[in-house]
């Protein structure tokens, strides 16, 4: 929870947008840049090989002292031994997820609008996912973008700590940062980066604006 609180880049996982570098490298490239907070996201591949991976991440995270969150499949968190879930809308609810994890593992769950944000409050989860804050093609069954207006809305009146997510790049990460959001998550403007190192410290000076 540490790094949740005080993490300023989210890392997500996208092999497909990861130029040809499995999400092992782009993980260790992510570690060695800093990132505090990695989340394992990955639909495509078998659940025997996302599991596989997942043991991979999480001895590098562990080694590194890395926060490592699995997005969607509970299981997988609880058999590789992860920090934390990530949940969305439509996933299990989170009182159940938690009955499930127990009171040690993080749970995120993805928001997208205030009501959502205020029922979050007395679900038990940890921290929140806003967005998409712009428009996003790295998640193929993704609503509208939200604008910064929600975002702003969570900053002032949501007493969790979140995740800014969706469409954030280099050139747009200072209105995100400006409205309240001191945690961004970014996917293919990481992954999909020839130098992550050189991208996370670009992102970060982008950040202060």
Excluded: W
Excluded at 42 to 53: A, F, N
Excluded at 75 to 104: F, M, N, S, T
Excluded at 157 to 168: C, D, E, R, S, T
Excluded at 184 to 209: F, H, N, T, W, Y
């Amino acid at each position: 929870m540490h790094h949740l609180l005080t993490a300023d880049l989210y890392g997500i996982t996208a092999e497909e947008y990861s130029l040809g570098r499995s999400n092992l490298q782009v993980v260790e490239k992510m570690i060695e840049a800093g990132i505090q907070v990695i989340q394992y996201r990955e639909k495509e591949k078998k659940t025997r090989e996302k599991y596989l991976e997942c043991l991979k991440i999480r001895e590098l995270t562990r080694q590194a002292g890395v926060t490592f969150i699995v997005n969607d499949h509970i299981d997988l968190a609880l058999l590789v031994g992860a920090d934390g879930v990530h949940i969305g809308q439509d996933d299990l609810p989170p009182e159940k997820v938690r009955e499930l994890v127990g009171k040690e593992m993080l749970i995120g769950l993805s928001t997208h609008s205030p009501e959502e944000a205020r029922a979050a409050l007395g679900a038990g989860v940890d921290y929140l996912g806003v967005g998409p804050i712009f428009a996003t093609k790295t998640k193929k069954d993704v609503c509208d973008p939200v604008g910064l207006e929600y975002l702003e809305y969570v900053a002032r009146n949501i007493p969790l700590p979140f995740v800014a997510i969706g469409g954030i790049k280099e050139y747009n990460i200072h209105q995100v940062t400006a409205r309240g959001a001191r945690c961004v998550a970014l996917v293919a403007e990481i992954v999909g980066s020839p130098d992550i190192a050189a991208k996370v410290q670009a992102l970060r000076q982008a950040m202060m604006g």
